[in-house]
């Protein structure tokens, strides 16, 4: 299982220690191996993933090409709706995508994932059910902070990565599975 906790905008970014909790749950119900990836923007939120989980650390340290290939051989990449997402679609990884944009908000927004989801891919988006204050006049989160995204809970991200990874990870890809 790979996990992207980087993005390029701080309200994107949800925080590290939830992911850890998610990872932490996972391998305690699939006894799998964790892989970190992402850019050097992520080493902070990485870096509390370890706190309470093993994994492989990658973050900065792959080029594009090679974050590809270690998505290709991972059952799963958990992340926020960044780059590495999209990268898991095009070599056909199912993903659970964290999204900052509420579901109430509006679904032509360029942060929409109704119109930025990840293609050719099993995926699941989750997000805010609603637009918090501060947001609630907006057209999606628009805050400088990770906010809205802060209302997405642990227990559907779980929910979701269960339901795409489904009772016992598929053993069905040559190599070394993550």
Request: contains cysteine.
């Amino acid at each position: 299982m790979a996990v992207a906790v980087g993005a390029g905008m701080a309200r994107r970014r949800w925080p590290g220690g939830r992911f850890g909790q998610v990872v932490s749950e996972l391998v305690k119900r699939f006894d799998c191996r964790v892989v970190l990836v992402g850019g050097d923007d992520a080493r902070r939120e990485a870096d509390h993933v370890h706190d309470v989980v093993s994994a492989v650390d990658l973050v900065g340290r792959t080029s594009v090409g090679q974050m590809a290939e270690v998505l290709r051989r991972s059952d799963l990449l958990i992340g926020n709706d960044s780059g590495p997402v999209h990268v898991a679609a095009a070599v056909g990884t199912a993903s659970v995508v964290v999204s900052a944009h509420p579901v109430d908000g509006f679904p032509w927004v360029v942060n929409s994932p109704m119109r930025y989801h990840p293609w050719r891919a099993e995926h699941s988006v989750v997000r805010p059910g609603r637009r918090i204050e501060g947001c609630v006049d907006s057209p999606t989160c628009t805050e400088g902070v990770p906010h809205c995204v802060l209302s997405v809970d642990v227990d559907e991200v779980i929910e979701a990565s269960v339901a795409l990874l489904g009772p016992t990870l598929p053993t069905g890809r040559e190599g070394d599975r993550s």
